[in-house]
């Protein structure tokens, strides 16, 4: 939260990030009485205050300052991490809910300052970096009639044109393509994969792996560097909890970081410390369309977690920033950080920055084994050898290089249809199956680049 105090120095204060002037505050109403001050909005102490923040009527805000105190955070998140630089492109998410929409709006505002800057700057040593939306039609998975999946569309493309200067290039994409590019061999295949796994939740978990690698895919295909996820603070909330009944404790700490650089493009959470309480006020104010196409409740365990979380919540507004916070005390993954740039070809203005807000986790845990279905990072000596020895028979490597939460929620129980379910998967989860041990060299180089020889050198 940010404060009025000139001498703060506090690393949870957003007031440095608002980059709008503040009114200054009505004293004279301060001195007339207590009464007046409550009326006011409690940061400026001029306007009236439109909206609480989660401390309820300890944090009534005006518009202004409330939608400063959240983008404060965003460009927190953003700056601290080194989520986005200069040179980058960078792929958002879009799904047309509340925090997709304020996560593509904040990026599109510091975007908008950035070139604004850039054209007022006679030095051009940082350009200004590239935004892309990505929107996944997941409609042949849901019950929807085609009138409304078009017009749901139709709406996404009206939000991402309306966008001011400059443009953003928008991918709507079938979640069926991440098989196939012919639309209905894609459909068949998916239908089938998801009719071979017989757990609700598993279902759930293995279509929400499929969107992020199908994000992957558009993100490398189009040259993009970042993706961009509006995952707020609720949602992780109950991934925390939903992630810790299904048993990927291990794991968990890799899943709740702003960055994951685990995939081939980084992935960033900018909105981690923003409330979805908050997000749908803003929406509100500042009259932010969004498309509730498919974002219906879920069932099984997300769903039981989801309710849970939500009850906990109504009783204290800070529960989920509480859990967040709690589960942020894990120790890291060495790849919950932004790659430093060693291409000489990147202007040294762009490496300085980077290197200046790239941050060095002390202690990170190291994992050179992930699951081919989920890519979670594994610590294989928990496995017991029952489990590893389960699709021996028919295929070793899916079952035995999956963790333990794919394994009972998503992988066949009978080991003869285990052949069936790899010939379903996408050639990624394929290919990662079967290879899966070798690593991920990208990290491995990252790791050991100091010991190694550049191409101008010669060994002694």
Same mark, same amino acid.
């Given at each position: 939260?940010?404060?009025?105090?000139?001498? *703060?120095?506090?690393?949870?204060?957003?007031?440095?990030?608002?980059?709008?002037?503040?009114?200054?505050?009505?004293?004279?109403?301060?001195?007339?009485?207590?009464?007046?001050?409550?009326?006011? *909005?409690?940061?400026?102490?001029?306007?009236?205050?439109?909206? *609480?923040?989660?401390?309820?009527?300890?944090?009534?805000? *005006?518009?202004?300052?409330?939608?400063?105190?959240?983008?404060?955070?965003?460009?927190?998140?953003?700056?601290?991490?080194?989520?986005?630089?200069?040179?980058?492109?960078?792929?958002?998410?879009?799904?047309?809910?509340?925090?997709?929409?304020?996560?593509?709006?904040?990026?599109?505002? !510091?975007?908008?300052?950035?070139?604004?800057?850039?054209?007022?700057?006679?030095?051009?040593?940082?350009?200004?970096?590239?935004?892309?939306?990505?929107?996944?039609?997941?409609?042949?998975?849901?019950?929807?009639?085609?009138?409304?999946?078009?017009?749901?569309?139709?709406?996404?493309?009206?939000?991402?044109?309306?966008?001011?200067?400059?443009?953003? &290039?928008?991918?709507?994409?079938?979640?069926?393509?991440?098989?196939?590019?012919?639309?209905?061999?894609?459909?068949?295949?998916?239908? &089938?994969?998801?009719?071979?796994?017989?757990?609700?939740?598993?279902?759930?978990?293995?279509?929400?792996?499929? @969107?992020?690698?199908?994000?992957?895919?558009?993100?490398?295909?189009?040259?993009?560097?970042?993706?961009?996820?509006?995952?707020?603070?609720? @949602?992780?909330?109950?991934?925390?909890?939903?992630?810790?009944?299904?048993?990927?404790?291990?794991?968990?700490?890799?899943?709740?970081?702003?960055?994951?650089?685990?995939?081939?493009?980084?992935?960033?959470?900018?909105?981690?410390?923003?409330?979805?309480?908050?997000?749908?006020?803003?929406?509100?104010?500042?009259?932010?369309?969004?498309?509730?196409?498919?974002?219906?409740?879920?069932?099984?365990?997300?769903?039981?977690?989801?309710?849970?979380?939500?009850?906990?919540?109504?009783?204290?507004?800070?529960?989920?920033?509480?859990?967040?916070?709690?589960?942020?005390?894990?120790?890291?993954?060495?790849?919950?950080?932004?790659? &430093?740039?060693?291409?000489?070809?990147?202007?040294?203005?762009?490496?300085?920055?980077?290197? @200046?807000?790239?941050?060095?986790?002390?202690?990170?845990?190291?994992?050179?084994?992930?699951?081919?279905?989920?890519?979670?990072?594994?610590?294989?000596?928990?496995?017991?050898?029952?489990?590893?020895?389960?699709?021996?028979?028919?295929?070793?490597?899916?079952?035995?290089?999956?963790?333990?939460?794919?394994?009972?929620?998503?992988?066949?129980?009978?080991?003869?249809? !285990?052949?069936?379910?790899?010939?379903?998967?996408?050639?990624?989860?394929?290919?990662?199956?079967?290879?899966?041990?070798?690593?991920?060299?990208?990290?491995?180089?990252?790791?050991?680049?100091?010991?190694?020889?550049?191409?101008? &050198?010669?060994?002694?």
């Amino acid at each position: 939260m940010a404060c009025n105090s000139s001498t *703060c120095n506090s690393s949870g204060c957003y007031k440095g990030y608002e980059e709008e002037e503040q009114p200054k505050p009505n004293t004279k109403a301060a001195v007339n009485g207590g009464n007046s001050c409550q009326n006011l *909005c409690v940061k400026c102490k001029v306007n009236e205050p439109v909206c *609480c923040g989660i401390g309820g009527e300890n944090s009534r805000f *005006c518009k202004d300052c409330f939608k400063n105190n959240l983008y404060g955070k965003f460009k927190q998140a953003v700056t601290y991490n080194a989520m986005i630089t200069p040179p980058d492109k960078v792929l958002v998410a879009f799904s047309g809910g509340p925090s997709s929409r304020v996560v593509l709006q904040f990026v599109h505002e !510091m975007q908008y300052k950035a070139q604004k800057n850039y054209d007022a700057n006679k030095d051009k040593s940082l350009p200004v970096f590239g935004v892309g939306v990505a929107f996944i039609d997941e409609s042949s998975t849901h019950s929807f009639t085609s009138q409304h999946i078009e017009k749901a569309i139709e709406d996404i493309r009206l939000i991402v044109s309306n966008l001011a200067p400059p443009s953003k &290039e928008l991918f709507v994409v079938p979640i069926e393509s991440i098989f196939s590019s012919d639309g209905i061999d894609g459909k068949e295949r998916l239908k &089938e994969l998801l009719d071979a796994v017989s757990d609700v939740t598993g279902k759930e978990d293995l279509l929400s792996h499929l @969107r992020i690698l199908l994000l992957q895919k558009i993100a490398s295909e189009n040259g993009y560097t970042r993706i961009v996820l509006g995952s707020c603070t609720s @949602r992780i909330a109950c991934h925390v909890i939903s992630a810790t009944v299904k048993g990927q404790g291990y794991s968990l700490s890799a899943d709740i970081q702003y960055v994951d650089s685990r995939w081939e493009i980084p992935v960033v959470l900018p909105l981690r410390d923003c409330p979805a309480q908050e997000l749908n006020t803003l929406c509100s104010l500042d009259g932010l369309k969004i498309v509730e196409l498919l974002n219906g409740p879920c069932s099984g365990i997300n769903g039981l977690v989801s309710s849970f979380v939500k009850v906990l919540q109504e009783e204290n507004p800070s529960r989920e920033c509480t859990i967040v916070r709690t589960a942020g005390k894990l120790t890291p993954f060495h790849f919950n950080r932004v790659p &430093e740039i060693h291409d000489c070809n990147v202007p040294s203005a762009t490496r300085r920055h980077q290197k @200046r807000y790239t941050l060095k986790p002390n202690g990170s845990l190291s994992s050179d084994s992930f699951c081919p279905i989920c890519n979670s990072p594994l610590k294989k000596s928990n496995f017991p050898s029952s489990l590893r020895s389960h699709g021996s028979q028919q295929n070793p490597d899916l079952f035995a290089s999956a963790c333990s939460s794919c394994q009972f929620q998503i992988l066949p129980k009978d080991p003869s249809l !285990m052949e069936e379910f790899l010939s379903l998967l996408p050639q990624q989860m394929i290919t990662k199956a079967k290879h899966g041990d070798q690593g991920n060299f990208s990290l491995l180089r990252e790791q050991i680049q100091e010991f190694l020889f550049s191409d101008g &050198e010669n060994e002694i």
